[in-house]
């Protein structure tokens, strides 16, 4: 999704905005641009369709953009065409004010069409234009800025995280938000603001969230952040432990492989904190006993791979705390009218902490009068500050687009959650208790073992990525994984691929199988093995190849069915989806490494998806 950067301080602003916008690429975008107010006061505006490198090129062929405050913006087309007049900063008619916006201002129809009336002219098609023109209308008509700021706060509807210069103030920038993440970063020669964190990594770690309904107006020396009745407010400071280089490729090809490889790590630091003397202990769960012991009902929410941990999650709750356990898509979720109540926990799964339609679940659950426990990887975003309880994934920065190390860490954790929640209601023997810790604390290094496997997931990849077609099947927790492993490959790829419960194939889709059709077939789960074996059998019986995932207590059992056998090692059935999914996540890249894909940033996709 779009993403902005903006800088006010002693430093020459456009290097700092380039390399802000180089560090928020990750988020996917069609075009980009930047506006500097020059030493002469006057504002200047750059912006194109396309890469970086073309915005670069366009700053190389003209004078140099002076100045010491400016704010860039990568544009995720919603409203009009990725081309230049739509990308990002909009300027108002006497071109005094430029806008970078975030988010989707619903009524902007309305606003342009009264403000045509008044014989503004508009340029682009695009809602935040609106914003820019209607904060110079109100600046001409009340003569003060932060008058016109708030007035214009009072008219749009919908979600926005802006950041605004004008060419009469020129060492000053305003920042405002609401349902879009917008920080600010405290730099030594300068201030910021950003979307994203890791656009700030280079120059600052210390920072601030803004909240929804809050202004901010940032100098090179002072940042003062006003509520919505524009009273000053005083906000913390947090420090951010994600360092630069996290954010870096560190000699891989791609932050998909690096995260993947990663993985191991992720994991150990997500679950070790939460294991103490043999036993599990969620520290921010504490005193809530009761509570969690008078459950009835446990909803899981989500979107994409995040759903997918919760279809894991479903079987894997509910089978140890025997209570109704549901997965739902937030995009459905929140529309659905959910019966939810004081008896019931809804857990909010997200990497960014920043999914609007997770967000919007979250809140409904919350007017509901459920409980909301959030599992998120990004500190201090949107979700993490609204959930009553945040359980955050230590799996550092994720940028790729196509989600590895969250959705392992996530899956791990959901898991942790539900044997902590068992053994406190008492329904986890001591036994399987043991046994399952046991295997936790084994699994960073068996996560390693897989990821050594790497040769047989690129032949695998070499010698099926021109597939028009792929079916994933298994059962149970292979049925979940499944759905993940689709995932990955179609949006890297490209190629259309489907899961299905082994058992429902012949309800309808066995009759795309013809010859060389390809079939990944997850055979982890051993009480249904005979049944997945059965389904092998059956697609095979149809002239399909079969590539197997299966472990090394299930293989013995397949193999013979097997194409390409990728083989992991045992562990807890509970905790084999975390191992199992990896293979999956490697051949998904490799496939897409043989057909020349652009892996990190997948075309029409976007890591942090803030609209509906
Ligand atoms: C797929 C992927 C997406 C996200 C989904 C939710 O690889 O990354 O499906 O899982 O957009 O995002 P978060 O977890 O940030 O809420």
Request: with cysteine; glycine share 8%.
């Amino acid at each position: 999704m779009c993403g902005i950067i903006g800088y006010v301080g002693k430093s020459e602003a456009v290097p700092i905005l380039l390399d802000g916008l180089e560090r928020l690429e990750y988020r996917g975008y069609d075009s980009a641009g930047v506006a500097v107010v020059s030493p002469s006061n006057t504002l200047q505006v750059v912006k194109t369709k396309g890469r970086l490198s073309v915005l670069r090129e366009h700053l190389d062929a003209q004078d140099p953009l002076c100045g010491t405050i400016g704010i860039g913006h990568t544009r995720w087309a919603t409203h009009g065409e990725p081309n230049d007049t739509n990308a990002h900063p909009h300027v108002g008619s006497d071109g005094k004010i430029a806008v970078v916006h975030n988010g989707i201002i619903e009524n902007y129809l309305e606003i342009r069409a009264s403000l045509e009336r008044k014989g503004i002219p508009f340029h682009s098609e695009t809602d935040t234009e609106v914003i820019a023109q209607l904060l110079e209308y109100y600046y001409k008509k009340l003569g003060n800025i932060m008058n016109a700021v708030y007035a214009v706060l009072g008219r749009i509807e919908g979600a926005y995280a802006m950041g605004i210069l004008c060419e009469d103030f020129p060492g000053q920038m305003i920042a405002a938000r609401k349902d879009a993440p917008l920080l600010i970063g405290y730099g030594e020669d300068g201030n910021f603001i950003a979307s994203d964190v890791t656009a700030l990594l280079a120059h600052t770690r210390t920072v601030t969230y803004m909240e929804d309904g809050e202004v901010a107006v940032l100098t090179g020396d002072s940042v003062q952040i006003y509520d919505r009745e524009r009273s000053p407010i005083t906000k913390e400071r947090h420090t951010v432990d994600w360092d630069v280089s996290a954010a870096e490729k560190g000699g891989y090809a791609h932050f998909m492989l690096k995260e993947i490889m990663e993985q191991g790590e992720a994991v150990r630091k997500t679950i070790s904190p939460r294991i103490k003397d043999g036993r599990i202990f969620i520290e921010e769960l504490a005193g809530m006993e009761g509570y969690l012991e008078g459950l009835r009902k446990i909803c899981i929410v989500a979107c994409g791979s995040a759903f997918h941990v919760g279809m894991v999650g479903k079987y894997v709750l509910e089978r140890l705390l025997r209570i109704p356990v549901d997965a739902y898509l937030a995009s459905e979720f929140r529309y659905s009218e959910p019966l939810l109540g004081d008896d019931t926990l809804v857990i909010v799964i997200s990497q960014s902490g920043e999914t609007l339609d997770s967000m919007a679940a979250l809140r409904e659950a919350k007017k509901r009068g459920s409980k909301v426990l959030s599992i998120v990887n990004v500190v201090g975003s949107s979700i993490a500050r609204e959930s009553d309880i945040t359980l955050y994934t230590w799996a550092g920065p994720e940028i790729a687009v196509a989600t590895t190390k969250a959705y392992t860490t996530q899956m791990a954790l959901l898991i942790l959650l539900g044997v902590y929640c068992a053994d406190m209601n008492g329904r986890i023997s001591e036994e399987e208790y043991k046994t399952i810790l046991a295997d936790f604390l084994a699994l960073p290094e068996k996560v390693d073992e897989v990821l050594k496997n790497i040769e047989a997931y690129q032949k695998a990849a070499s010698r099926y990525f021109n597939q028009n077609s792929v079916f994933y099947i298994g059962r149970n927790l292979d049925y979940a994984l499944g759905l993940e492993g689709s995932l990955k490959l179609k949006e890297i790829s490209y190629i259309h691929s489907e899961s299905y419960a082994a058992g429902e194939l012949k309800h309808g889709t066995i009759s795309l199988i013809e010859p060389g059709t390809l079939v990944i077939s997850l055979a982890t789960y051993a009480p249904l093995l005979e049944k997945t074996r059965s389904n092998i059998v059956e697609v095979r019986a149809r002239g399909a190849d079969v590539i197997v995932v299966a472990t090394e207590e299930t293989a013995p059992a397949v193999k013979d069915q097997a194409d390409e056998l990728l083989v992991i090692p045992n562990t807890h059935r509970l905790l084999q989806p975390v191992l199992a999914v990896i293979p999956l996540q490697l051949f998904a890249y490799y496939v897409a490494l043989n057909r020349g894909c652009d892996i990190d940033k997948p075309r029409n996709l976007a890591k942090s998806v803030t609209v509906e």
